[in-house]
Each structure stands twice: as C-alpha cells, then as structure tokens.
C-alpha cells in the first residue's frame, strides 16, 4: 500500500471513530435536513452521517444550529430519507495530506480518486486555517521561469505571486493552466478542480498535465455534478495541502479553477443557510469568503516556502466588472485577461496584453527589460488604435512612424507571443530585443 509507512498507518488507526451521537430526521426541507438529538455537541461545519432505511447513507454539513435541531445540507439529493432516520455525528478536524498525496487524484475529503489506497499524514490541518500574520510575512520573491514567451517577458511572476486570470469558455484557459503547471519552477503543485466536468478530469491529468506535470502535482478535484458543499470545500482542502507543502519549506505553485464555481457554489450553501442574496445574487459573506482564501497564498514566514498561486474566474462575454471578477482584481497581485478575438484567430495563450498586468513590474525586471516592456506595450497599444484603419486600407504607409513600426513588428511578436516552446527567460528576451530592433522602436 502507498503511503507513510508505519506513520500513515497509526494516523489511519487514530482516525477510526469508534462510537457516534446518534440522532433523527425531523423535517426534510427542500434541500435541508432537520435533524434533532444532537445539538449539546455539534458544531458548524461538522458531518452527519444518515443511516436511512433503505441501507443508503447520505453525509451531509451542519450549516445551522438550533435549540433543538440542526440544519444538515446533505451532499447528495435527499432521496429515499425519511422521518425519523438515524442520524450519526462526524466530527470534523480537517484534513492530514502528507508526501505520498504527490502525483494523485483526490477528492475534497482527500480520499483517493484515482483508484489506489493513500494513507493520512500525521498532522491535521484545518481546512480553513488562518493566513500567516502580515507582519511576519515576507516580500516577493524572485522571478520565476514559466515556459512561456508571454509571461517570461511581459507579465512576470515572482515567487509568491498570486495572479488571476480571467477567461471566458473554450479560450484555452485549461491548456494554459497545464502548460504552467509543467513550466512553472516549483517544487509541488496543487491543482484545485472546482466544479470541472467529469469527463474532463482524467483528461486533463493525462493529456494536458501528463506525466511530467504530475509527477509534482497533488490533484483536489470535485465535479460539477457534486452538492455545493463537497465544490466549495474542494477549494480548502487544496488550500490546506498547499500550505502543508509551504511549512516544508517547499516552493508551492497552486491553481485553482475556478473561483467562480467556489463562489456559486458558497451562494448556494449561504442561502441555504438563511443568508439573503445582495450583491447581484451572491450573498454579503462571498467577498469575506473569497479574499480569506486569497489571503491564505502568498509569501510565508521566515523558515517557510511560498505559495505561489494563479486562480481563474470564468467572465461571461469578457465582463470584467462582473463581482468575482471584480473582488478578486482587488486583492492579488496582477490579472491576465484570455481575449476570445486572439483565440479565434488562432494565437495561443490568447493573452490580451493591452488588458493584463503584473503588480511585480518594474521590480522583477531590470532596467533593460523595462524599457524593452515599455516598446513593446506602446507598439500594441499604436496597432490596437489604428487597427482599423490598417484593416479597412484607410491608413497609408509613411503617414506615422509609430504606426508603420506597430505594423512592422506585429507578425513578430505575435509570433513570440504564440511560441509554446519551453524557453528560459534571457532567450525570450533576446527575442523580444530582436523583434523590436527590426521594428525601429527600440535603438
């Protein structure tokens, strides 16, 4: 059996719960289960199992407490449960990943879904632990090689970044999360999977992650068929294993897709739970709930590692001021933007550069590289602006030299831009001189 050795088989031991409080079904409430018999010892966000007579055992949350009673919101549909069902108590701790979780599959709970046996770690962390204190904190690290043209040149990342990137439907955005996954200098990877389709799962740890990908990776993954609470608890268990790896002292990189279905599906349990919907239909609570786990990323402490982190938010029709979108671009450090116009015209990563920024610029490059950032952001934006013009056959070459070098250097950056070859930071940069020397705007 894979696992910690002898460890990881006395922390299994351990975790056996030997006796459970039982109680009883006594209302089930659309989606809600009101359970009594158990409100001396339960707390919110512990588990109950239900024992019902059809032999099929449900598990459930407990999302509100009573006098009385206690509000379950069960994982599956409530089906076949009737009054006075058993009802036994879990107490939750948290979760207790350890070394043998790299290059498998789990699920939110952190049972494997690959097929295989894993065993716990020794330590329990809470799933909704408490970021590092501010004050300990350390600054961003050093800049990190990607793999990428587009990142290594134009939109770094440095150790302990956390970016976002936003992406509508079917504009690459699995297959950028997979090339980084691969490219992307760490030591561990943790992949959160939130509300993906089921069919993409294997997928995308055989096809676009491969071999080379998981060989570092940790995979949390809850589909979209799954209830609201297993797909936003996925987001803290891979939260959880990422800093297990960070108090190693490891360099984490943690990609988390998406935020948008942690967010629908937290609107889902809030509102279950009493809360009322305000902002566009996401209850008051999702703002606090997002940025916490946010926060959670990031530099650590001295004697720590990093949590490096990329989440992605699904935007409908490039609606940047949708909520999530909008409260996650005010609390990490920078936004990519995947435009559907580049990828329709077949340019992979289709990063719109003119909309995405890196809060580590200028300080993740030299001065050089600034200034060759700079060229290369004045000629996209010229084109942008005469785009037009140039396409309709109303400009005429020779009327502005700032348009002729845009128009001039375009194939080549687009081209450099496009390269999904591996390549070191200082051969992406020499081509990026290259392609702005031959264009006149850098001397």
Same mark, same amino acid.
Request: glycine content about 8%; some cysteine; aromatic content about 6%.
């Given at each position: 059996m894979q696992g910690t050795g002898t460890t990881g088989l006395v922390a299994e031991i351990e975790a056996i719960q030997v006796a459970a409080e039982i109680g009883r079904v006594r209302a089930v409430e659309g989606n809600l289960l009101r359970i009594g018999g158990l409100t001396r010892s339960a707390r919110v966000g512990d588990q109950v199992r239900l024992f019902s007579h059809d032999g099929k055992g449900i598990k459930g949350e407990i999302v509100q407490l009573h006098d009385d009673a206690l509000s379950v919101l069960p994982e599956e549909p409530p089906n076949g449960v009737r009054l006075g069902d058993r009802a036994g108590l879990i107490k939750v701790s948290g979760i207790a990943p350890s070394e043998a979780w790299i290059g498998r599959v789990v699920d939110p709970d952190g049972q494997p879904l690959d097929g295989d046996p894993i065993l716990r770690g020794s330590e329990i962390r809470s799933r909704r632990a408490s970021p590092p204190p501010p004050a300990r904190r350390r600054a961003l690290g050093d800049r990190l090689e990607t793999g990428l043209n587009v990142f290594n040149t134009m939109l770094p990342l440095v150790r302990g970044q956390r970016l976002g990137l936003f992406a509508g439907s079917g504009v690459g955005k699995s297959t950028l999360l997979g090339q980084l996954a691969r490219g992307v200098t760490a030591e561990v990877v943790? @992949?959160?999977?939130?509300?993906?389709?089921? %069919?993409?799962?294997? $997928?995308?740890?055989?096809?676009? @992650?491969?071999?080379?990908?998981?060989? %570092?990776?940790?995979?949390?993954?809850?589909?979209? =068929?799954?209830?609201?609470?297993?797909?936003?608890? #996925?987001?803290? *268990?891979?939260?959880?294993?990422?800093?297990?790896?960070? =108090?190693?002292?490891?360099?984490?990189?943690?990609?988390? =897709?998406?935020?948008?279905?942690?967010?629908?599906?937290?609107?889902?349990? +809030?509102? +279950?739970?009493?809360?009322?919907?305000?902002?566009?239909?996401?209850?008051?609570? *999702?703002?606090?709930?997002?940025?916490? @786990? #946010?926060?959670?990323?990031?530099?650590? #402490? $001295?004697?720590?590692? =990093?949590? *490096?982190?990329?989440?992605?938010?699904?935007?409908?029709?490039? $609606?940047?001021?949708?909520?999530?979108a909008d409260i996650l671009r005010g609390v990490l450090d920078g936004h990519v933007v995947l435009d559907r116009r580049i990828a329709e015209r077949g340019r992979f990563p289709a990063v719109n550069l003119l909309r995405s920024v890196s809060r580590s610029l200028p300080h993740a490059a030299d001065d050089h590289e600034n200034k060759m950032i700079g060229a290369a952001r004045r000629l996209l934006s010229e084109y942008d602006e005469a785009e037009m013009m140039v396409k309709t056959g109303l400009y005429k070459e020779g009327t502005d030299e700032k348009i002729d070098a845009a128009i001039r250097a375009r194939p080549e950056l687009e081209g450099l831009w496009g390269d999904t070859e591996n390549r070191p930071i200082s051969e992406s940069f020499t081509r990026l001189e290259l392609a702005l020397r031959r264009s006149g705007a850098l001397k």
């Open positions: 943790v @992949l959160a999977m939130i509300g993906e389709r089921g %069919r993409e799962l294997r $997928d995308f740890v055989e096809n676009i @992650l491969g071999p080379e990908g998981m060989a %570092r990776s940790v995979v949390v993954a809850a589909t979209s =068929d799954q209830s609201p609470i297993l797909r936003r608890r #996925c987001a803290w *268990t891979a939260m959880a294993v990422a800093e297990y790896f960070r =108090d190693q002292g490891k360099q984490v990189l943690l990609l988390a =897709d998406s935020i948008t279905r942690f967010a629908e599906a937290h609107r889902e349990v +809030a509102v +279950a739970s009493g809360e009322m919907p305000a902002l566009r239909g996401y209850p008051p609570s *999702t703002s606090h709930m997002i940025m916490s @786990l #946010c926060e959670r990323a990031g530099p650590g #402490c $001295d004697g720590q590692g =990093d949590i *490096t982190a990329l989440f992605s938010v699904l935007v409908a029709g490039s $609606d940047m001021e949708e909520p999530i």
